[in-house]
Every structure is written in structure tokens, then in C-alpha cells.
């Protein structure tokens, strides 16, 4: 009945569509992009956790009324197009800074404060000058701006929140105050000397300022606010705006010298933040000495870079299934995890209504999958979005000229590091040469040789940056609802037309680079840390908690040792969070004695907060090669793509060591299954030869090794 009900609202819409191109929405905000400024960038040798940075020449603390740096310290040129977010934030429209029509138009505001449609200027750095807000949050923790004069109840609790702009992001400094001092910007007699740096995650590819919601905030933290703890933060650590972490770095720092200018040294700076805040952490807390004394990552990945390997194969994966074979025979929950790695289930995805589209415009049999896994919860339309310089901004941010000028990626944001190719394009560091997809599914006999070959025969790569092409939609007449019609960007995949389809090769020299400036993280964990999970695998959330163990392999593999990292997994009705607080505070305060281990070790909790089991056993699993511990029986340990592709858990490998097929067979990598009768077939598949996984990563600097 679903299917047949499915299959009728199907032929009704699809008798009503017309194609358009991927280009809905009209947007007059960023109107013309701005030249690049030339700004310092950092020279790496090594690696920048041994690169000293240059002294900052902004005397601190700016001044109320006045505007904060513009030109970063170290992290390189200045890049536009960029969105204002100031006027999203509460906070005005940003200062003129030209009459060029650079940026973003600033207008005239009427007797009521009150924008007209007269253009008075331009921005294009998007500033604003350094002020005070007010903010209370009463006994409920209902949270509220108020105004002088006010009420203020005696279980009220006031902040005093400073907002600005330093390295064109707007910075806050948010401190409990009593409520004589609240005018008086130096007074702080309720600060306990603990400083939070608030991070914060989503899937940002640059050019835009970003929001700060000072609710938003406060909420996240009103908790430690209550016992005295100051909050900064900038909307250059929200990975939602952008993942570029040595502008993150540059910004952080002048963020918390103004604030240790107007306030004196904390005890101590702890982060805090999620998912790519959570990454942040570990990135900043290995490259600089200067920011974080100890960290609180929770959903967190050892860092973006490596999380695109197999987030990127994802498409590739749901292309081939659904374009290049038979979807309804590989509707399998077994083979989708052995060649995927992650958890799936019958949890239906909003994309079930795009297949019928996309199988019919390619001439195959309408069948609409029974079975979804994280690739598709998880990482739906990420190659769109992160890998697509054609594609742009849906959000109503920037006009068509700019949008069709720009090349928008998550590697264009990082080019003062990465650099461009000759077609002006960022290099991309995502490789998947000798990748043999689905090679433990083949040695578990999960899948056949023949089905191995197949795969990888037709699964290919992306496309170079500049060969990329928008995604397709049709329209409902006379609406905007689209039906996506490049399912899976398939169009910016290699096709298998003449042989093989042809696999992606990435820069080395942009590899290095991203090794060399920090933007991986190698396993430097200078301060204490507990990484913290939800136990998210049964929704199949992209939080997948097998990172930490990547995160933690890395570490092991650098220091030896794992005495300032340590593993929190919980039960999504429980977050242990205020508990990690009161840890982390004994331990910044008075060094993990033995007392504090047993407060702060490796644990699982349960859907009320009981700890389930602890020690530095509960979590051993397949990625130590030792006997299931109890909080990895308690919360399986799923794997991704490239660990099924026989590569380590760590997943830090970028552009493999090759080695031939004839080696590959010779060497068992093919365990018990006989591949001598696809050795020919093989070799045209990996003309270059395979990936043997017993090297580390070819492109990865020996020195890093060194501290």
C-alpha cells in the first residue's frame, strides 16, 4: 500500500514538472567582490605547534566606541566575497568602509532608527565598533536583554556581555556581574578566575561573518555562568561559517588577550564546543601552547580534513548503488555495513523521494530503496555543499553576479594554505587512488569477487575542481518545491565510459601544507582532555563514536602514552557534561592524582547517568585489536569506508603506499577468496596498484614525528 500510494503521487507530480538549473533564489545582499588583501601568513618549517607566532602589534584592550583589528596576525590573505551577520546578531548594520559597491549595501535610517531603501555605503569587512549588552536570566532560565533603567529580582542572575569585531568576526566576552558594576566595564567581583572558550560546530565553507546569538550563548552555558565562570568566543570558532583553523587560531588568541587585558590571567582557559567545535579543540590545543589549558569536546572528529575521506565517498558509494548497478541488490543491510562500515537501519530518509526522478530520467527500474544507512542520514548532499565550487549558497546571502563568480568550497576557504591550481582553483587534498572499496566485505565473503570488481570498476572519483558542474532541480510550476536530479552529485563523478572510471589524485604538496599548518591533527594532546559522546549509531547520526578512538590511535601513536586522554560515552537521555566540568576543574587545578583518576577514566553511562562500567579496559575493541571491553559491548563501535577498505582506524592516511596487484595477491591481502582469475581485470582497474596499508601516509612529512 506505501509503495503503490508512493508510486501514484509519483505520476501525479511528475506529469506537472519542468527542469530548471540550480539557481532559484535571487539575493541582492553581497552585491560585488572585493579584491583579495595581502595579509601575513605564518612560515612553517616543520610543524606550527614549533613555530613561534609574531608579536601582535594591536594594543589591548580595545576601546569601547572603537573597532577592532581587521588584518589577521599570521593566517594569511583576507578573501572575498564576505556576508555580513552583525544586524543578525542585534547589533546594527556593519560600518561604511567604501563607496566602490564593495560587499554589502548599508542604508540610511530613518527619525525611528529604522533602515530606508537609500544606499548610503558599502561594507565589505563587515565591522562594528566595540559596545556593551545587557542580558539577565532569572530563576527559570528564561533569558532576556534588558535595558537601563530595569527590575532585576535577587535570584536574577546579570551578565554583561561585550561584542565587537577582531579579524572581521565578531568576538563576545560575556561576564556575571553584580548589578552596580554593570555599567562600569572593568568591575568583575563575581568572577571565579575560570575562563570558557565557547567553540561551536556545523559544516561551514567560509565567506560569511557569522552569527552570534548572545541567547544562544548564554543558554549553552548559563549553568557555569551561575557559578562564576567568564565566556569568549568568536564566530571564527563556528565551524558552521567556516573550518579554516589557522584563522580560527588567529582569532582566538586576540580574542583572549582583550580579554586578559580588561580582566587579568584566569586560572585557567577550558574549551568547550561540539562536533566541529569539538574537532577545534583538538587542532588549537596541539598547534598553540597560548589558548586552551584543558578541553571538552563532545560529537568531536580528530579534525575536518580526515572526516572528508570517507564522508566524500558516501556520494560515490549512493551513486554507484543507485546508477551504476542494481540498487535492489544492494539494498542489503549486511553488505551496505560491510563495505560502508557504518550502522544503518529501515529509518527512512527524505531522499526515498528523489530516486523514482533520477531512475527514470536514466532508463532504470523504479526501486526505492528498504534500508538507509549513515551515508545517507549523515552525510546527505555534503559533496554539494563542501566539494562543489560551482555551487554556491542556497541561503539568500549573496547576489547572482557574486554567486556565479566565486568558486565556493570548503577547500577555497583554506587556500592561504592549501594554495591553487593554474586554473585558480584550491587544491583539494581528497585521494582515493588504489582504494579498493568494499575489500573486507570481499574477504568476509559478504560480497562476491564479482561484485568487488564491479564496484570498483564503476565507483570512480571526483571530478577536478573546475570540470564541477551546479546541481540540477525541477520546479513544481508556480512553487519552489525542487526534486533533485543530480542524486548524489553523480554528475561530478567519473563515469566508467571506456574502461574503468578514473580515480581522484590529490596535491601532494597541499597534503603537506595541511600537515604542516595544523589543519590535521597528528596526535599532539598537550592538555587534559574528555571527549565526550552521545550514543547516537542506532539513529545514525553522523556523530559516530568511532572517531574518538581514531582521535585516540593518533595520540597513542605521537605520545605513547594516553595520561591526557580520556573517553565519556553516554546514552543520549544522559549528558555528563556538568560532571566533566567538576572534573576537569580538580584536575586543571590540582593535577590527576590518583584520587582524580577514577574520576576522570574512560566510562559509559546509561540512559540515568549510572556509570556502567570504567577503567582503562570498557573501551578496548577491534580498533586496539583487544578483547571486547564492557562499554564497547554496551555501545558498538562501528567503521567507515576506508577502514572497510582494509586502510587503519586512525584514518589519517591521504595518498596511500602502492603496491602491485600481483603483490596484493601474493601477500594475502585477499584472504581465502582466489582473485587470480581477476588479476588482468584488477590491474586495469589500479593501473598504478593498490593500497598496501602497512605504510603510513606517502604524503604525510617524516618530521612530524619529532616534538
Not at 560515490?316 to 542489503?332: A, C, G, I, Q, R
Not at 590535521?520 to 594532546?525: A, E, K, L, R, S
Request: with cysteine.
Amino acid at each position: 500500500m506505501k509503495l503503490l500510494s508512493r508510486s501514484l503521487l509519483f505520476i501525479f507530480i511528475v506529469s506537472c514538472l519542468v527542469t530548471c538549473s540550480f539557481n532559484p533564489y535571487e539575493n541582492q545582499q553581497v552585491l560585488t567582490i572585493a579584491p583579495d588583501v595581502i595579509a601575513p601568513l605564518l612560515k612553517v618549517k616543520k610543524h606550527i605547534r614549533n613555530t613561534p607566532r609574531p608579536e601582535d602589534p594591536i594594543s589591548y584592550p580595545i576601546k569601547l566606541g572603537e573597532v577592532g583589528p581587521v588584518q589577521p596576525l599570521f593566517s594569511g590573505n583576507l578573501h572575498y566575497p564576505f556576508s555580513c551577520h552583525v544586524q543578525s546578531s542585534g547589533l546594527g548594520q556593519p560600518l561604511i568602509d567604501n563607496q566602490e559597491l564593495l560587499g554589502t549595501p548599508v542604508f540610511a535610517l530613518d527619525e525611528n532608527g529604522k533602515k530606508t531603501h537609500k544606499v548610503i555605503g558599502f561594507s565589505k569587512d563587515c565591522l562594528i565598533v566595540s559596545q556593551l549588552r545587557y542580558f539577565k536570566v532569572d530563576i527559570k532560565d528564561n533569558i532576556s536583554e534588558v535595558f537601563i533603567p530595569f527590575d532585576l529580582k535577587s535570584t536574577d542572575l546579570l551578565l554583561r556581555i561585550e561584542q565587537g569585531t577582531i579579524n572581521r568576526y565578531i568576538y563576545a566576552i560575556v561576564m556575571p556581574v553584580e548589578r552596580n558594576e554593570l555599567k562600569n566595564r572593568l568591575l568583575h567581583s563575581k568572577w571565579n578566575k575560570r575562563l570558557i572558550y565557547q567553540f561551536a560546530g556545523g559544516v561551514g565553507i567560509g565567506f560569511r561573518q557569522g552569527k552570534l546569538n548572545p541567547m544562544k550563548l548564554i543558554s549553552r552555558r548559563t549553568p557555569q555562568l551561575r557559578k562564576g565562570y567568564a565566556v569568549i568566543t568568536s564566530t571564527a570558532n563556528k565551524t558552521s561559517f567556516s573550518y579554516n583553523m589557522l584563522q580560527a587560531e588567529d582569532t582566538a588568541l586576540r580574542v583572549k588577550r582583550q580579554f586578559i587585558s580588561l580582566y587579568g590571567k584566569p586560572l585557567y582557559t577550558l574549551g568547550v564546543g561540539g562536533s566541529g567545535g569539538g574537532l577545534a579543540q583538538y587542532i588549537l590545543a596541539q598547534n598553540s601552547s597560548e589558548l586552551l589549558d584543558g578541553a571538552l569536546p563532545l560529537y568531536s572528529y580528530p579534525d575536518m580534513i580526515s572526516q572528508t575521506l570517507y564522508a566524500l565517498d558516501c556520494d560515490l558509494l549512493n551513486s554507484y548503488y543507485t546508477f551504476k548497478s542494481s540498487l535492489e541488490s544492494w539494498d542489503s543491510p549486511e553488505k551496505k555495513q560491510a563495505i560502508e562500515g557504518f550502522n544503518n537501519s529501515n529509518i527512512e530518509h527524505k531522499s526515498w523521494f528523489y530516486y523514482p526522478f533520477n531512475q527514470l530520467a536514466r532508463a532504470k527500474k523504479v526501486y526505492i530503496p528498504k534500508n538507509y544507512s549513515e551515508c545517507i542520514h549523515g552525510y546527505f548532499g555534503l559533496s554539494s555543499l563542501i566539494n562543489n565550487p560551482d555551487q554556491g549558497f542556497i541561503k539568500k546571502i549573496f547576489s547572482p553576479e557574486v554567486k556565479q563568480k566565486a568558486h565556493w568550497s570548503y577547500w577555497q576557504d583554506l587556500t592561504n594554505i592549501l594554495g591553487i591550481d593554474n586554473n585558480g582553483f584550491a587544491n583539494s587534498v581528497w585521494d582515493n587512488q588504489g582504494v579498493q572499496y568494499g575489500l573486507t566485505a570481499l574477504q568476509q565473503g559478504t560480497i562476491s569477487p564479482k561484485e568487488f570488481i564491479h564496484l570498483n570498476y564503476h565507483i570512480g572519483g571526483w571530478k577536478p575542481q573546475q570540470e564541477m558542474r551546479q546541481e540540477q532541480l525541477l520546479f513544481l510550476p508556480f512553487t519552489k518545491i525542487p526534486i533533485w536530479m543530480t542524486q548524489w552529485s553523480t554528475h561530478n563523478i567519473y563515469p566508467a565510459d571506456k574502461g574503468p572510471a578514473k580515480r581522484t589524485k590529490a596535491s601532494t604538496k597541499a597534503i603537506e601544507n595541511a600537515y604542516r599548518y595544523g589543519q590535521i591533527f597528528i596526535g599532539f594532546n598537550d592538555v587534559p582532555t574528555i571527549d565526550i559522546h552521545h550514543y547516537l549509531e542506532p539513529e545514525l547520526d553522523m556523530h559516530h563514536i568511532s572517531t574518538s578512538f581514531a582521535t585516540r590511535l593518533r595520540i597513542l601513536s605521537q605520545a605513547k602514552n594516553l595520561n591526557n586522554h580520556k573517553i565519556w560515552i553516554a546514552h543520549p537521555d544522559h549528558t555528563p557534561l556538568e560532571q566533566a566540568f567538576l572534573a576537569m576543574d580538580e584536575w586543571l587545578l590540582k593535577g590527576n592524582s590518583k584520587q582524580l583518576k577514577m574520576k576522570t577514566s574512560d566510562r559509559c553511562f546509561d540512559k540515568n547517568g549510572k556509570v556502567i562500567a570504567q577503567g582503562d579496559q570498557v573501551w578496548n575493541g577491534s580498533w586496539n585489536k583487544k578483547q571486547l571491553g564492557t562499554c564497547a559491548q554496551t555501545y558498538p563501535i562501528y567503521t567507515n569506508s576506508r577502514i572497510q577498505a582494509g586502510g587503519p582506524w586512525q584514518g589519517s592516511i591521504f595518498k596511500c603506499q602502492m603496491m602491485s596487484v600481483k603483490k596484493a595477491m601474493s601477500s594475502g591481502l585477499y584472504g581465502n577468496i582466489d582473485m587470480t582469475v581477476y588479476q588482468n581485470e584488477l590491474e586495469q582497474i589500479f593501473p598504478d596498484g593498490v593500497c598496501d596499508y602497512n605504510f603510513t601516509d606517502t604524503a604525510k612529512p617524516l618530521d612530524l614525528t619529532l616534538n
